[in-house]
């Protein structure tokens, strides 16, 4: 750990202390002065937030328009994945296998792929767009990544014509074959909102009370151990 010399650690002990008294004050005045400006920054521009907004769900928002077949996903796969992944998506050493493996799930060998495991297609579409080919992420044009996607359809027998043209149009009528075992988390503890309603995403009101504060709990152990470690049975995960 950095240790400061006496002088500077209060110091420094002061300036967080003023900063924190700082920020109370700040966030205290966030909703009153909603517009001040604090010299910070800048505002992201158009460009900015367009790249950064490429998240795509499962009921198709998001997706980039375009569109794409397997037959012509087959030649694309083979130029920028299937080094790794295998002609057939089937997965060179062990890099990722993307298809076959269904039924196996309860099997002593679950072999997980786009069609035995993913519940929803979109998961597909915002994965490759992001994130592949690896180590080359976010280079694939949309209607290449259309025609790579209903490539691995086709390798998974989810679709079974090599022409059926795979769009923001039609992507939400194809339906993953593991879709259904996928179930709403019903524990009474979770949050769910089909039971809680939507979670609040604007001027929410928080009833979170401070019940304790850390430096009494002594969470932080001083040299020789804090008191809590002291009692904490040996072994214990407390
Ligand atoms: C250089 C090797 C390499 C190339 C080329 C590559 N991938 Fe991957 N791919 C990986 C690795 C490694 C992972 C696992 C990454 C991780 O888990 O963080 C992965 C994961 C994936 C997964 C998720 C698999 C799963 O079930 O979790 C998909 C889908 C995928 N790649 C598709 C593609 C597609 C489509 C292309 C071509 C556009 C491609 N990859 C190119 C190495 C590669």
Redesign the pocket.
């Known amino acids: 750990m950095l240790k400061f010399p006496k002088a500077v650690s209060r110091r420094f002990a002061q300036v967080t202390a003023a900063a924190m008294v700082a920020g109370v004050a700040m966030s205290g005045m966030a909703s009153a002065e909603e517009t001040k400006k604090f010299g910070l920054g800048r505002e992201a521009t158009e460009e900015e937030v367009a790249a950064w907004d490429i998240d795509v769900r499962p009921d198709g928002k998001g997706l980039p328009v375009g569109k794409g077949n397997a037959a012509k996903g087959e030649a694309i ?1 083979a130029a ?2 299937a ?3 295998g002609d057939f998506a089937e997965g060179v050493d062990r ?2 296998v ?1 298809a076959g493996g269904r039924d196996t799930l309860k099997s002593q060998n679950p072999v ?3 069609g035995s495991y993913w519940p929803y297609l979109s998961t ?1 579409f915002d ?2 767009h992001r994130a ?4 080359n992420a976010q280079t ?1 044009k949309p209607d290449e990544t259309y025609s ?1 996607i209903a490539y ?1 359809l086709l390798m998974n027998d989810v679709i079974t014509d090599d022409q059926f043209e795979l769009s923001d149009k039609t992507f939400t009528s194809i339906q993953m074959p593991n879709e259904k075992n996928f179930i709403d988390d019903d524990r009474p503890d979770a949050k769910n909102v089909k039971k809680d309603g939507e979670p609040c995403m604007k001027d929410c009101k928080s009833d979170v009370k401070i019940t304790m504060h850390a430096r009494v709990l002594d969470v932080t152990p001083e040299t020789g151990g804090s008191k809590n470690n002291e009692d904490a049975p040996k072994g214990s995960i407390d």
């Open positions: 796969f920028k994945c080094i790794c992944h890099w990722p993307l997980k792929t786009v597909a994965y490759i592949m080919p690896f180590g694939l790579i691995i």
